[in-house]
């Protein structure tokens, strides 16, 4: 395995450290001012994200996700990680390069699994930012970490779908500009167990479509992102909604899932940069007995136990991002099985370090540390939780042994 970078991904490299530090950082507290300013929380159309997206397209760093040349960059795996990572060390990042989630699983399956009437209606405006979009699968009366409990029912009625269920964590769908959820449902329930999901494309101004509540996260209400529960009450939408087809829901789940989750992975390693970062400065500037903070010796073993929590994580997400590049996501299961685990624990381990280190400012708003943990927190159930994927990681390993 070779991690170097290639010259096109250190100039990307340098195009986008130099866009964060001028455009991004900065304009972080002018974003949030705007957000509290504006009538409506959930109007996404704030100014000053609208011009610096501008910007990112004007300077080619769009869509850098996708490996597929035709709509995105034409990035392997691992060429976009060290991106990824470093769009995910602001919390708005990711959103102004048009790489933020769920858009990003949402345009993958679309442009791998849609029609072509599904990627003209839906594909490119979310290319172009036009849009945004929502993925509606976990449900609030089952275990949704067994998809297969999924209990919303999508049945065929003549030339339509028709949609009966009730979503929450359905992540983006308080936006104003959240135009599509792509719902997952069951169309057989006799078939078998991995074969009665399917997904369907459902407009938000279906009728029937009804948005609930948002729902906070550890009291960040997260607009005008938000994570929305919905009900889908007799919803109606031409058959040619369906993702390629009837039955096909897991197949599309497991091609979504795993650049999702290595995704969220690379951004969670620019989070723990950036807070190891502050830490460091930090650190050298705060006086406590007559002694700077950097030179008290558990505040070194934070700062030593950081970078090799870092870089363990930084090393086994270059490897995932590798094998699927290489072998594919059937065979990199294991790998990002473990990214999966490790990357949020480590998050959450280097920021706590790093709000210790400041103190009551640690967990004010003046700092990014409180949100980007929380936002790590819940990493470790989206996506599946750590107790699923190591089980999946236990019985491969088991699996090895069988006589």
Sequence with gaps: MNFDYTEKVKNYQDKLKEFMEEWVYPNESVYEDQLKSQESRWDGT??????????????????????????????????????????GRSLIGPEVFNCNAPDTGNMEVLARYGSEEQKDTWLKPLLQGK???????????????????????????GDEYVINGRKWWSSGAGDSRCK??????????????????????????????????????????HAPHGHAEIDFVNVRVPKENIIWGEGKGFAIAQGRLGPGRIHHCMRLIGAAERALEDLCKRVQNRVAFHRSLAEQGVVREWIADSRVDLEQARLLTLKAAYMMDTVGNKQA?????????????????????????????????DFTLAAQWANSRTLRLADGPDEVHRRQIAKLELSKYKE
């Design 180 to 221: 599509v959820a792509i719902f997952m449902g069951k169309t057989n329930p006799d078939a078998q167990r991995y074969e009665q999901q399917s997904m369907i494309l459902v407009p938000l101004d279906t009728k029937g479509v009804h948005i609930r509540r948002m729902l906070p996260v550890f009291g960040y209400d």
């Design 46 to 87: 704030l100014p000053i994200m609208e011009e610096m997206k501008a910007k990112a397209k004007e300077q080619g760093l769009w869509n850098l996700f996708l490996p597929d040349d035709t709509y995105g960059a034409g990035l392997s795996n691992l060429e976009y990680a060290p991106l990824c990572e470093m769009m």
């Design 333 to 365: 299961k294991t790998e990002i099985a473990m990214i999966k685990v490790v990357a949020p624990n480590m998050a959450l381990r280097v920021i706590d370090r790093a709000i210790q280190a400041h103190g009551a400012a640690g967990v004010s708003e």
């Design 131 to 157: 849009i945004r979009s929502c993925f509606s699968m976990t449900e609030p009366e089952v275990a949704s970490s067994d998809a297969a409990n999924i209990e919303a029912r999508i049945t065929r009625d």
